[in-house]
């Protein structure tokens, strides 16, 4: 049977990153992220959905996004849905929520005073942290570590 979990979602934090350690010393960062989605309904009325999704992150990465990630910044996620399932311990009735497990990332940035905070994280196995923004008024140089620009043609 063929099957196939990838998750690619853009939001917004809808808090801090938690991060924490395991007894062994891995890092696991849970984040929860805003996804909105804007429409036009026949009417002509505009309207807005938002989707809450918990993200959980492990690793290097989940520290990455501890250090760079606060409240209401905006992050792209690449990662596997993934299904929780427990008891309630003071209800006694089975509980459940779907979550996303971070598999890569990338910082967007949010144009905020023309600070460029964008990175890559996760690609490949390799972690980079974000690049500091460039002063006002000086030329972007090339960057040994900065992957390749690509001209990404869409068919539609």
Do not use: C
């Amino acid at each position: 049977m063929a099957s196939f979990n990838k998750v690619i979602l853009i939001g917004n934090l809808t808090r801090d990153p938690e991060l924490r350690y395991t007894p062994k010393g891995t890092a696991i960062a849970k984040i929860g992220l805003a996804v909105n989605r804007n429409w036009t309904s026949e009417t002509g009325e505009k309207k807005e959905e938002v989707t809450f999704v918990d993200v959980d992150a492990f690793g290097k990465q989940a520290e990455v996004i501890g250090q760079y990630l606060k409240k209401g910044r905006p992050i792209m996620v690449e990662g596997r849905l993934k299904l929780d399932q427990w008891d309630d311990k003071q209800t006694g009735q089975k509980r459940s929520r779907l979550g996303v497990v971070l598999e890569q990332f990338q910082f967007i940035d949010s144009g905020r005073g023309g600070e460029n905070q964008g990175g890559q994280a996760g690609h490949g196995g390799g972690e980079s942290a974000p690049r500091p923004a460039r002063p006002a008024g000086t030329a972007p140089t090339k960057d040994a570590d900065a992957p390749p620009l690509e001209d990404d043609d869409v068919p539609f």
